[in-house]
């Protein structure tokens, strides 16, 4: 069974970083696309960004360009979200997903085989 588990959450200031981490245990992360969604209080779930199993291509939400960075070590088995100049309007849980065909994690048809159990960003102001 493939888990999912995120860390490096909690508190940051708006200007600041923080870098998200998503361990996958179970089987190797190469055989997975993986993905970071967020969902804020009252708000759906929506995709920040997706990589591709091997890591070679990356797609971001249009809303999410330019402040969020997606990257993936297979040799560790993790995936990372680094957030750039956060603002209190992205604090939200933070949570990776995976799944063997990348066009799941982009378009959730089907939804994700596998996701982590979240972790709290809180952006202060």
């Known amino acids: 069974q493939v888990q999912l588990v995120e860390s490096g959450g909690g508190l940051v200031r708006a200007g600041g970083s923080l870098r998200l981490s998503c361990a996958v245990s179970g089987r190797a992360s190469s055989n997975y696309a993986m993905g970071w969604f967020r969902q804020a209080p009252g708000k759906e779930r929506e995709l920040i960004a997706a990589?591709?199993?091997?890591?070679?291509?990356?797609y971001y939400a249009d809303s999410m360009k330019g402040r969020f960075t997606i990257s993936r070590d297979n040799a560790l088995n993790t995936a990372y979200l680094q957030m750039n100049s956060p603002k209190p309007e992205d604090t939200a849980v933070y949570y990776c997903a995976a799944d063997p065909i990348l066009h799941s994690i982009i378009a959730l048809t089907p939804p994700p085989a596998y996701w982590g159990q979240g972790t709290q960003v809180t952006v202060s102001s």
């Open positions: 990589i591709k199993s091997s890591g070679s291509s990356t």
